[in-house]
């Protein structure tokens, strides 16, 4: 485990030191290692001119994950949040943030999340259903961690303790009438019984919600942005050649799944083991497949959910986690692996993902796309959680006349 200790910033005869600078650093394409990380935060943390590089870094793609184990990738991401968060946090890592409140997996990056989200200017709304996912879904994996300012992590320590369930608490306290959308589950898990340590926090915090003198819930310093984007149509890469093979066993080419017709197009790997990732993603697969039927639909959009994983993810293995989880795989709606050529699939998509030395998947975002009938990007959806009704109505645009019901 890397201790990240916090660097003098005077010195001796010689007086107070200038002021670190991003310059007189390696940028982010530099920094290969966990240590030339803790470096750049221990040097950079509460300093803006390192948030641009802090982020970068949290970028999944990023050299710094390859060959490194998830915990070690764990430390790093949750290093450099505590640096962004370290005196207020700036509304570019929100989606950072939000994205590990709203697909929480381990105690103390959740417990990060939700202290540094305390270091944003401003309550807003649009938090409220992140911290309740968090809430929800870490309290049966909940640790003792400590937080301190450096970005260490313990677990058990005495000091300065506390829990993933009680950072996310108290974040949500903080909201105040901004928070108002949780009180009826924060009660709903209260009347659960859930422990002699969390129950007066819950009671505190809807006493505080309900108390909050403001009149109104103040306008949001940040409504949310827009998590689809729109991506010219056009790519340098022609991957059409590209070999898949399907649930069933069948080959394929990029060509043969997606020219013809608009597709909606996620990732997942079948050893995840984050419920909140591809597990959602698969069962939201299902549920995306019944409202296209619904819709009128089913066969005039093509669905393929792709696995990061596809030495290790064969052609039963894709069916039985698919249908394990609801979704009904056809000639239409496809699961689908690489034959061979994982890497131009990653590189044409931009996924963010990387990987461990031993080849399994260390750490990945959320990602969705829509693409035209060309098999061109057209739209994407990544890092937040993505809405079926939303991912329809982005490839419904996109068909001809001739084929809308």
């Given at each position: 485990?890397?201790?990240?200790?916090?660097?003098?910033?005077?010195?001796?005869?010689?007086?107070?030191?200038?002021?670190?600078?991003?310059?007189?650093?390696?940028?982010?394409?530099?920094?290969?290692?966990?240590?030339?990380?803790?470096?750049?935060?221990?040097?950079?943390?509460?300093?803006?001119?390192?948030?641009?590089?802090?982020?970068?870094?949290?970028?999944?793609?990023?050299?710094?994950?390859?060959?490194?184990?998830?915990?070690?990738?764990?430390?790093?991401?949750?290093?450099?949040?505590?640096?962004?968060?370290?005196r207020a946090l700036p509304v570019t890592a929100l989606p950072f943030v939000l994205e590990e409140l709203e697909s929480p997996h381990d105690a103390w990056l959740t417990a990060v999340a939700a202290h540094v989200l305390r270091k944003f200017p401003e309550p807003s709304a649009t938090f409220a259903e992140p911290l309740l996912s968090a809430?929800?879904?870490?309290?049966?994996?909940d640790?003792?961690?400590?937080?301190?300012?450096?970005?260490?992590?313990?677990?058990?320590?005495?000091?300065?303790?506390?829990?993933?369930?009680?950072?996310?608490?108290?974040?949500?306290?903080?909201?105040?009438?901004?928070?108002?959308?949780?009180?009826?589950?924060?009660?709903?898990?209260?009347?659960?019984?859930?422990?002699?340590?969390?129950?007066?926090?819950?009671?505190?915090?809807?006493?505080?919600?309900?108390s909050d003198d403001r009149t109104a819930v103040p306008a949001d310093a940040w409504n949310g942005e827009d998590t689809a984007w729109a991506i010219a149509s056009s790519s340098a890469h022609d991957i059409s050649?590209?070999?898949?093979?399907?649930?069933?066993?069948?080959?394929?080419?990029?060509?043969?799944?997606?020219?013809?017709?608009?597709?909606?197009?996620?990732?997942?790997?079948?050893?995840?083991?984050?419920?909140?990732?591809?597990?959602?993603?698969?069962?939201?697969?299902?549920?995306?497949?019944r409202l296209l039927e619904q819709s009128g639909l089913g066969d005039a959009i093509g669905m393929a959910a792709i696995t990061y994983d596809p030495e290790y993810d064969r052609a039963d293995r894709l069916l039985q986690y698919a249908e394990s989880w609801g979704a009904k795989p056809s000639a239409v709606h496809r699961i689908l692996r690489t034959v061979g050529e994982f890497a131009i699939v990653n590189d044409y998509f931009a996924l963010g993902v990387n990987f461990s030395a031993s080849g399994v998947v260390n750490r990945h975002q959320l990602e969705a796309y829509v693409l035209d009938g060309h098999g061109r990007i057209a739209h994407a959806v990544t890092r937040r959680r993505w809405e079926e009704a939303q991912l329809l109505g982005l490839a419904a645009r996109l068909m001809t006349p001739s084929r809308l019901p």
């Open positions: 485990m890397t201790t990240m200790k916090t660097l003098a910033m005077t010195g001796g005869c010689c007086g107070p030191r200038a002021a670190p600078r991003a310059a007189d650093f390696p940028g982010p394409d530099q920094i290969r290692t966990e240590h030339d990380l803790v470096r750049v935060v221990e040097i950079g943390r509460g300093n803006s001119s390192f948030t641009k590089t802090f982020l970068e870094l949290l970028d999944e793609r990023h050299t710094v994950y390859r060959g490194v184990e998830t915990p070690a990738v764990i430390r790093m991401r949750g290093a450099l949040l505590l640096a962004l968060g370290h809430l929800f879904n870490i309290r049966h994996r640790e003792i961690v400590r937080l301190p300012d450096d970005g260490q992590q313990t677990s058990g320590a005495v000091g300065d303790t506390t829990t993933a369930v009680g950072e996310v608490i108290r974040t949500i306290g903080w909201l105040g009438r901004a928070g108002v959308s949780c009180v009826s589950r924060l009660e709903q898990l209260l009347a659960e019984n859930p422990g002699p340590s969390t129950s007066p926090m819950l009671v505190k915090t809807i006493e505080a919600i309900g050649s590209v070999r898949f093979q399907d649930h069933s066993g069948t080959e394929l080419t990029f060509a043969d799944a997606f020219h013809g017709r608009p597709s909606i197009v996620v990732f997942f790997y079948t050893r995840c083991d984050n419920p909140t990732k591809c597990p959602l993603t698969m069962y939201r697969f299902g549920n995306l497949q």
